[in-house]
Structures are given as structure tokens and as C-alpha cells.
């Protein structure tokens, strides 16, 4: 959970995560009146950013720990990349998951040989505390979503690959749901080029990021209602908020409509398939809620969504 530290994950991701294309956007350049480019991170093998995450922290394990198995609770992509770190590994996976988990990441999770244990039916602490009990009652490693060192570290890999590969970038933007991407982001930039602003986007019915900054410490919101799944967890982390409030530029809320044009857009110009979180950086230029100052890098955090809930969205 350091910018050298960040490092050394993305050393050791190498030929595991894909170092994903940071490209211009034209159409969101002259939106914006400057360069505006995304980052691909729906190209990872898992279709989400999570791999970064879930692999470092695999990979960080004493062998004779890692092999008694990995355990996580996720809402789709950290699930995802856990089985995947698993499979890479040949240890057991289990990943709990709420009742209302889209059918495309619980197919994701099964692909790689996890095992999928229903808890709740929308993402809430009931979902933790079950894979907290798998873990003491079955002897596996829990590996939380995003309030871990190790995980904030894979996923500052991103902010390392836009900060080296994007010279010009002076503003980043990802979206935050428990913060592990956004501090992780704040860190890697800062190992390359410190001066690079990071901001948050949040969905506006989960904006717990506008109420820890509120309350000056994560609080939990009392409840969360948004189409955007990956970003319904309720607070910030306890890891993530020290970095988080110490370097981000600012914070951005968009609206669930606003989501669903930026992922119509997208598909338009782009021919993109992107899940609502990770539409929401290209939701927050495109109200013009988000006005950096210059070339400005956007982080598409995963693809995974249900075609069907995809057309349907998007035709609406």
C-alpha cells in the first residue's frame, strides 16, 4: 500500500494482467476541449480491472497459505478475479455473492472453477461476515475486495500504466466504490508523475465517497440503490480513506440516466460493451460535472454485463 509497493505488483503482473491500451476518444475530446482518453481495462482477461488486485495479493501469499485456498465476497468482478487467481494457482475458490448478482459474473466466477455461495439478496455486511465464517470454519485465506494492502497496490497498476504511458495526462478519473482503484490510482500515478490530479465519480444513489468527505471519516450509507453493481458497497474503506482524502483532486456524482448515455454513447462511437460502473468516468465528462484542466485519462473499469440488461439500457 505504497507507491513502491505498487511497483512491485505491476513487476509482478507482467504476462498475468494485461497492460491495457490507453487510447483518445475524439468524440469526448471535443466535449471536453482537450484530449480525453480511456483506459481499457474491460480488455482484462477476467473483462475487469479486478485481476490487478486479486493477482497481487495471490501472488503475495506464503505458498503453504495460498494452497489452502483463497475466499472473498464480492457483487461480480473481484469474485471474478479471485477464482481466477485461483485457477492460476490450482487452489480452491469460494466467493460469496448476493442473490441479485447479474447471471455474466456468476458465470465468470464458475469459469475458473470458483464455487458461488448465495448471502442476501443486494450487496450488504451479511455478505462479508459469511465468507469471514467460510474462512475461520474451512481454513481459507479471505481476500476482501478492496480494503487490503495488497490489493490497493495491484490495482495502482492502472494509475502507473496512464502516468507512464500517457506523458501529457495532467487529470485521471476512475470511479470509487470501496476505494481500492482510487487510492490504488492516486498511488501508482504519484510513483511516476505526482503532479497528475486523480478524481473520484460516484453514482449519486451510492455516494458514500460525498459522505465520508462530509463526515470527515467513511460512514456507512443506510442504504445504496443504483444500477452501477459494482459500486453498491456502502463506505469507504478504513485502508483506502487516508490515501483517498490526502490526494484526490475531488469527487463527481452522476445519476443512473446519466450512466446509461455515457454506455450509449460508447456503443455508438465505440462499438463498446461497458458495464454501468465503468461507464460512470465517461458520464461524468460527458454532463460536463467533471472539467479538467487538461489531457485527461478516464478508466473504463470492466465489460461485464448481461447482453440482455446491456440492450435493454441502452434501447431505453
Known amino acids: 500500500m505504497t507507491v513502491e509497493g505498487v511497483r512491485k ?22 466535449l471536453a476541449g482537450h484530449p480525453v482518453h480511456l483506459k481499457h481495462e474491460q480488455l482484462q482477461p477476467i473483462g ?3 485481476i490487478r488486485g486479486a493477482m497481487t495479493a495471490a501472488a503475495r501469499l506464503a505458498p503453504e497459505v495460498r494452497a489452502r485456498g483463497l475466499v472473498t465476497s464480492s457483487s461480480g468482478n473481484h469474485g471474478q478475479a479471485i477464482a481466477y487467481a485461483a485457477h492460476h494457482y490450482g487452489v480452491r475458490a469460494v466467493v460469496v455473492m448476493p442473490g441479485q448478482t447479474s447471471k455474466i459474473k456468476i458465470a465468470g466466477v464458475e469459469k475458473h472453477g470458483g464455487t458461488v455461495v448465495f448471502a442476501g439478496e443486494r450487496r450488504s455486511p451479511e455478505q462479508m461476515a459469511r465468507a469471514e465464517q467460510i474462512a475461520r470454519d474451512e481454513g481459507l485465506v479471505l481476500i476482501p475486495p478492496y480494503d487490503h494492502p495488497d490489493v490497493i497496490d495491484g490495482q495502482g497498476t492502472i494509475g502507473l500504466e496512464i502516468a507512464e504511458d500517457g506523458p501529457d495526462i495532467t487529470d485521471v478519473a476512475t470511479p470509487v466504490s470501496g476505494g481500492g482503484l482510487l487510492s490504488g490510482t492516486c498511488l501508482g500515478v504519484a510513483a511516476v508523475r505526482p503532479g497528475i490530479r486523480v478524481w473520484a465519480v460516484e453514482p449519486a444513489g451510492a455516494a458514500k465517497l460525498s459522505a465520508a468527505i462530509k463526515a470527515g471519516h467513511p460512514t456507512a450509507l443506510p442504504a ?3 444500477i452501477c453493481d459494482g459500486l453498491r458497497t456502502p463506505t469507504v474503506g478504513l485502508l483506502t480513506w487516508p490515501i483517498i482524502r490526502e490526494r484526490i ?10 450512466v446509461v448515455a455515457a454506455m450509449r454513447l460508447l456503443e455508438k462511437e465505440l462499438g463498446l460493451v461497458i458495464e454501468p460502473s465503468g461507464a460512470t ?21 470492466g465489460g461485464n454485463v448481461d447482453r440482455d440488461t446491456f440492450q435493454k439500457l441502452v434501447a431505453a
Do not use: C, H, Q, Y
Not at 513487476?11 to 469526448?28: I, M
Not at 483532486?249 to 446519466?258: I, K, R
Not at 468516468?281 to 473499469?301: D, E, H, W
Open 9 to 30: 505488483a505491476a513487476a509482478s503482473l507482467v504476462g498475468v494482467a494485461v497492460r491495457t491500451p490507453l487510447t483518445e476518444a475524439p468524440f469526448l475530446s471535443r
Open 48 to 50: 475487469a480491472f479486478k
Open 224 to 226: 445504496v440503490d443504483t
Open 249 to 258: 483532486a475531488g469527487v463527481v456524482t452522476v445519476t443512473d440516466d446519466e
Open 281 to 301: 468516468t465517461v458520464a461524468a465528462i460527458m454532463t460536463k460535472k467533471l472539467r479538467t484542466a487538461g489531457p485527461t485519462a478516464l478508466v473504463l473499469t
